[in-house]
Nanobody, 119 residues
């Protein structure tokens, strides 16, 4: 079983910056997509950003121009750098990693980290 550890959450002021990181307990040799998701109280879980094994990225419209997703395959790590944070960014953020083993794909989820944007 692969363990996924997230870090970097916390309390920040509007307009501030924060970087989230997520690392798997082992090196993922055939990594596929990685992504960040978030869920605010009373709302559904939404995708924030994804990145493929080739480095292609996609962002939710609400975070375009403010958030940047990146990955280090050798370290099985995915990052989310967040700039110009807004109160509506407040949520629990989850990371997901997908690994191909044989003919099957497996998803590994982190436990979530709280991000609160408030003055």
């Amino acid at each position: 079983q692969v363990q996924v550890v997230e870090s970097g959450g916390g309390l920040v002021q509007p307009g501030g910056s924060l970087r989230l990181s997520c690392t798997a307990s082992k090196i993922i040799l055939k990594g596929l997509s990685m992504g960040w998701y978030r869920q605010a109280p009373g709302k559904q879980r939404d995708v924030v950003a994804t990145i493929t094994s080739d480095g292609s990225t996609n962002y939710a419209n609400s975070v375009k121009g403010r958030f940047t997703i990146s990955r280090e395959n050798a370290k099985s790590t995915v990052y989310l750098h967040m700039d110009n944070l807004k109160p509506e960014d407040t949520a629990v953020y989850y990371c997901k990693m997908r690994e191909r083993l044989g003919h099957k794909d497996y998803d590994y989820w982190g436990q979530g980290t709280q991000v609160t944007v408030s003055s």
